[in-house]
């Protein structure tokens, strides 16, 4: 049990309107997808498939990979570039890249998710995104 004032205090202008992890919230008048909602559709993909382990270094990069067998027995990975000034080159060979998730800033309130961008190098993560390869 904390003391409610022992918590450092913030400026009302630094807040969001809801300070808690939900995928949808209601601002003024509106339903607005939050940061969750995109990282929740991306990992959807995951959804009923058995993870299997990566064994991977992403050398000075925060990263993460997560890996599944689909039911044809092909994998997906996903590589989860966290750093915030750094890009991710990954050997690839055998994948396609299927799916994107890219925000302006790590701080930031929105995201996208979709196809790779046109013109992105193969295997290429960049800072504060998340890329999806299946297996070809």
């Excluded at 607005?32 to 559709?41: E, I, K, S, T």
């Excluded at 993460?64 to 092909?74: C, E, S, V």
């Amino acid at each position: 049990h904390r003391d409610l004032h022992s918590f450092p205090t913030r400026r009302s202008s630094d807040l969001h309107p809801h300070p808690y992890y939900t995928p949808i919230a209601r601002i003024g008048a509106s339903y607005v997808a939050q940061p969750l909602a995109y990282g929740m559709r991306f990992a959807s993909q995951f959804a009923g498939l058995r993870m299997i382990a990566i064994d991977w270094d992403p050398g000075p990069v925060n990263a993460t990979a997560y890996g599944a067998l689909t039911p044809d027995g092909r994998k997906i990975v996903a590589v989860i570039n966290k750093d915030s000034t750094r890009s991710l080159k990954v050997d690839v060979r055998g994948y396609a890249a299927e799916l994107s998730l890219a925000a302006s800033s790590l701080e930031s309130r929105s995201a996208e998710v979709g196809k790779p961008p046109a013109g992105q190098p193969m295997g290429l993560v960049p800072a504060g995104s998340a890329m999806l390869f299946r297996e070809l």
